[in-house]
């Protein structure tokens, strides 16, 4: 059996902008959950300080993670408007 590949990125949330991205993080979750049925988790974690966020994504292989960018590019360039990217892990082959 092979192992998972997981995804681990952090970005700041633009000073001021967290209310106005809330709700396109929920929308990026629903649609994640909607389009990407192999996909075994993925979540959106928020700082206490709403400042910075940390996703983490669990695929059940590289494969998996290709279909997410495919599915969910032009969404993850929306979210730049509201966050930086600062660093991503990636674990698996």
Request: charged residues 30%; glycine residues 4%.
């Amino acid at each position: 059996m092979s192992a998972p590949f997981i995804v681990r990125s952090v970005s700041k949330i633009h000073p001021g902008m967290a209310d106005a991205y809330q709700p396109v993080a929920a929308e990026f979750c629903r649609i994640v959950e909607e389009r990407e049925p192999r996909l075994l988790g993925f979540h959106i974690y928020v700082s206490e300080d709403r400042s910075s966020e940390v996703v983490v994504q669990i695929h059940p292989d590289a494969e998996s993670m290709r279909h997410h960018r495919d599915v969910m590019g032009e969404k993850i360039r929306e979210t730049f408007a509201f966050t930086d990217f600062e660093s991503l892990e990636i674990y698996g082959e």
